[in-house]
């Protein structure tokens, strides 16, 4: 009997320390889990939702007559903004005449993936560029006239 209460208590012995290890590996396995939750949350949740907010607040910002492109690559201006709807104008028939209307669609407010601002060089200060060397051409071609003349 003796040698049978040494067995039980070896057994016993051994069991309490698999349940030790048992619940060790459990606790690991949470407090892993919770870390994992806390990278994740830092990591990738956190940002998005800054990059969500500020998006927002420049899509706020947006008037009529301001230069934007959507989600879907899209260039057009702002024509009307209507609680979550914006109107904008993809394109003018003619170039010369801005007043003219093109073609016009209406996006949601969340498909606007941000204000276009323009660059130096772009093709409206081209255009500027354009006018100014049509003017100081005429000057030149009224002032070469003006000098064929005195030597008339």
Known sequence: MHNYYLHLSTILAASSSKTT??????????IMLILFGVIAWFGIIRPQKNRQRKMAQQTSQIEPGDEVVTIGGIIGTVVEIVDDRMVLRVSNSDRANPAQLGVELTFLRQAIARKLE?????????????????HSDEIMHDLDQANNEDDR
């Open 21 to 30: 290890a048992s619940s060790s590996s459990t606790s690991t396995f949470f």
């Open 118 to 134: 323009p660059a130096p060089g772009s093709l409206d200060t081209v255009d500027q560029g354009f006018e100014q060397n049509a």
